[in-house]
Structures are given as structure tokens and as C-alpha cells.
């Protein structure tokens, strides 16, 4: 096996979710979830750990990690900013969060900050149309963003 490993947090939560499958190389979804929860986002030497877990070959588990738009297949910054850019947001304000996001933080979509604080990723809807605009940020919804609203959450991160 290559550099990475799960801690031993993630391996037994890994063992306790593959109980929950009938075949462990069903495991896979789960399997990168960890990784990326762990890391930050899902290096090589992840993928051939996970490939060796599930008894598959790390070109299936590159794949699947760069089908699914949610694995960060390269480093990101601490913050990850995911802007909404379907159309609810877009009718209410998501252009104007995303020139504001370019004007202060001077990143696009897909890049991170020269410090590594922020990383930009615009995103299919989140299910949160109700308010819009919004982001996720690590996760986390904030609604009815306005550009006021949107500087101090930045500026808290800072």
C-alpha cells in the first residue's frame, strides 16, 4: 500500500459501514467519503488504499472518484466556498456573491487562494432555492446571502 492510511477513527468507521453492504466493493461512495473527509480531498495514494480495501483496481476507483463532482481530487483551501449557480440563485444574486468572492478573495472557480484559506467551487443546486442565493461553506448552508452578509462570513474565517 502507498503513503496513506485511515486513522484508526476512520477504519472503524469504515468496518462499521461495511457491515451495512452486502459486498464490500459496494463500499466505494463511503470508502472516499472517509478519505475525504480525513484529507481534504482524495489523493493517488488514496485511491490505491481504497482499490486494495474493496478488491478493486485503482483505475475503477479513479473512475468513480472523477464521476462524482464532490471528491476534491487535488488540495484545497481550509475554506471551501461552494456557490450555487443554478437558476434560483442566479435570479437572486449568486453573480454578484461570485464578483464579490473575485474582487476580495481574488479567486475563480476552481482555485484556491495563495494562502490556502479559500477554495471557490460553483455547484449544482443544493436544495435550498428558498434561499437563495446561498454557499455551502465546509458543509455548512448560509441562505439569503447578501454581499454585506457574505464579507463577514469571509471576514470571520480570516
Known amino acids: ?39 481534504g480531498w482524495v489523493s493517488p495514494d488514496a485511491m490505491i488504499y481504497v482499490a486494495e480495501k474493496l478488491g478493486k483496481s485503482p483505475i475503477q476507483v479513479y473512475e468513480f472518484a472523477t464521476f462524482y463532482t464532490m471528491f476534491n481530487l487535488k488540495p484545497i483551501g481550509t475554506y471551501h466556498i461552494e456557490l450555487c449557480k443554478t437558476l434560483s ?11 464579490f468572492i473575485k474582487e476580495t478573495l481574488g479567486i475563480e472557480p476552481g482555485q484556491t487562494t495563495p494562502d490556502g484559506k479559500f ?17 455551502a ?3 455548512q448552508y448560509h441562505e439569503n446571502l447578501t454581499v454585506e452578509k457574505l464579507d463577514k462570513i469571509i471576514k470571520e474565517c480570516k
Do not use: R
Open 89 to 99: 440563485c442566479m435570479i437572486m444574486g449568486a453573480p454578484e456573491l461570485k464578483k
Open 1 to 39: 500500500m502507498g503513503k496513506f492510511k485511515y486513522t484508526p477513527e476512520n477504519e472503524e468507521k469504515f468496518q462499521i459501514t461495511a457491515k451495512k453492504y452486502p459486498k464490500i466493493d459496494s463500499m466505494m461512495l463511503p470508502a472516499l467519503w472517509l478519505v475525504q473527509e480525513q484529507e
Open 119 to 135: 477554495h471557490l467551487s460553483e455547484v449544482e443546486c443544493q436544495g435550498a432555492c428558498g434561499g437563495a442565493p446561498m454557499i
Open 137 to 139: 461553506l465546509n458543509h
